[in-house]
């Protein structure tokens, strides 16, 4: 019985790590990335609401920012800790020195970027954003290029890679990435 070749995971690490904007894609690519190499997905942003029961717009509301960073640090670890994964990480995970240590040194790191008007329109259409995370408020795309601005060096800082997902299908990013993986 002849078995179809696996693609490889990247060499040289133990996991994939998928950072950038929230509505650039990397809960969608993530789960596609790792059914494809048969590994574990872990979206940071959902294990962080079921483990603390509420949601992450919840937190935010209740404990403020500084507790949702705490929280996020520790989910974070724990699921590195789970190596070799596809981790979906959250938008501001890279906000904390501690955090973009864990993510450069756990594995190969793809940003995934989009344009601001993408992001908006991705995240105006996605249901579970306006129930789940914290309100861009009312500065709507000219807070998404802000908060662009402020992370751009960070997400560069810790990637390996970096892919614009404008206009592109997931799958055709999903396989860019494991080419990217391929060649490290």
């Not at 995240?123 to 290029?145: F, H, K, Y």
């Not at 390996?160 to 060649?183: K, V, W």
Request: charged residues 25%.
């Amino acid at each position: 019985m002849h078995r179809p070749e696996q693609p490889q995971i990247c060499m040289q690490t133990r996991s994939i790590l998928l950072i950038g904007p929230r509505g650039s894609g990397k809960s969608t690519v993530g789960k596609l990335l790792a059914k494809s190499i048969a590994l574990p997905f872990f979206d940071a942003d959902v294990e962080l609401e079921t483990r603390n029961r509420r949601t992450i717009q919840q937190i935010f509301a209740q404990s403020g920012e500084a507790t949702f960073r705490d929280m996020e640090a520790e989910v974070l670890r724990e699921l590195l800790a789970k190596s070799p994964i596809v981790l979906a990480t959250g938008g501001g995970a890279v906000l904390r020195d501690e955090n973009r240590r864990l993510i450069k040194n756990a594995g190969f790191v793809v940003w995934l970027t989009g344009t601001v008007d993408t992001l908006w329109q991705r995240i105006g259409s996605d249901p579970v954003t306006a129930l789940r995370r914290p309100n861009l408020g009312v500065g709507g795309p000219t807070e998404i290029a802000m908060l662009l601005q402020q992370r751009e060096s960070l997400y560069r800082e810790c990637a390996n890679l970096t892919l614009a997902t404008d206009g592109r299908e997931p799958a055709e990013i999903t396989s860019e990435i494991l080419q990217a993986c391929h060649h490290s």
